[in-house]
């Protein structure tokens, strides 16, 4: 099997992984999307005055809807079920009750560490609205709590425990023709959310791609080929910090996508590797990717460019 050692500072420099500061304040990873599929990444910046995470729940705002929590290792999950305010429409479906508050729990996440938490779901709310997501962290002698929600007009940062919040954008025409939005594209019973590809450095010898997968069936699926015409060779990559070295090798045998939950190729984990490229990934471009899997088949994805701030947020 082969494998790619890089000393980490050079790699950082390089490609695949986005090194994470410490944040302030609980946040959204994405804090403004359209209204409709919506992964919610909740970041965990730090414990109570020193001492370790062992739980967090997260409250769900009104309008986001058909949400699942995402399993984490180590913890355990339990959820609570409520009637929504009004009637929504999901997959064509009346929905009028739902997910209401997620809680993982029995964890140690220590106070210098950083952890994120994923729900899920979808958003429907009209364009301007702040769906708030109050979060609660258990310590053992104590709690953090990020419930306050800014007034009308104040800005949010001048809180002290801020909610984070997402902001509802209005939809834009996804200018492909033919081809569905990069992130809402869906196959067999896979949907496909949030692709993109990190922008180049001139010179670079090889680049990333990453993409979130839902599958919504009774069955695994399988990841088991990529490609694309703007690298000579293309493969699926998992990545670990190990010794403050960072090893990067081909996933063999493709990559499972477990019947009802999500998988989640991001910097510094699994992800898409792109090598031989005959131009580097310039910022603003959008590159036609293909993915095969196993049940569902093969679906062309196009993939803006990004730079890792503009892909994360704040």
């Known amino acids: 099997m082969r494998r790619y050692v890089l ?57 986001f809807i058909g949400a699942k929590p995402m399993p984490k290792a180590g913890w355990q999950v339990a959820t609570e079920k409520g009637d929504y305010a009004k009637t929504y429409k999901l997959h064509g479906k009346d929905v009028s009750s739902g997910l209401k508050s997620v809680t993982w729990s029995g964890g140690d996440l220590p106070d210098d560490f950083y952890e994120e938490f994923v729900v899920n779901g979808s958003l429907s709310a009209d364009p301007g609205a702040k769906l708030p997501f109050i979060v609660t962290q258990l ?57 993109w590809l990190r922008a180049m450095l001139p010179g670079q010898p090889a680049g990333g791609g990453f993409v979130t997968i839902a599958n919504g069936g009774s069955t695994p699926d399988r990841m088991i080929g990529v490609s694309t015409t703007a690298a000579g060779k293309s493969e699926m990559h998992t990545m670990e910090i190990k010794n403050d070295v960072m090893v990067m090798r081909p996933v063999e045998g493709g990559i499972e996508i477990p019947a009802g939950q999500i998988v989640e190729l ?49």
């Open 7 to 63: 000393p980490l500072a050079a790699a950082c420099a390089l490609t695949a992984v986005s090194i994470v500061t410490a944040f302030a304040h609980s946040t959204l990873e994405k804090a403004e999307a359209p209204a409709g599929s919506y992964k919610a990444v909740l970041r965990i910046p730090h414990g109570c005055d020193g001492q370790a995470t062992h739980t967090v729940r997260i409250d769900l705002p009104e309008g």
């Open 139 to 195: 310590c053992k002698d104590g709690q953090v709590a990020w419930n306050e929600i800014a007034a009308e007009g104040q800005d949010p940062h001048s809180l002290k425990h801020p909610a984070p919040f997402v902001t509802i954008a209005a939809a834009a025409d996804d200018g492909h023709g033919g081809h569905m939005a990069a992130d809402a594209v869906k196959v067999g019973d896979l949907t496909l959310t949030g692709g």
């Open 266 to 314: 991001k910097p510094g984990g699994l992800h898409l590797m792109f090598m031989q490229v005959k131009e580097p990934f310039r910022e603003g471009a959008t590159i036609a990717v293909t993915l095969e899997f196993e049940k569902a088949g093969k679906v062309e994805l196009q993939l803006p460019v990004k730079a890792a701030a503009d892909a994360h947020g704040h």
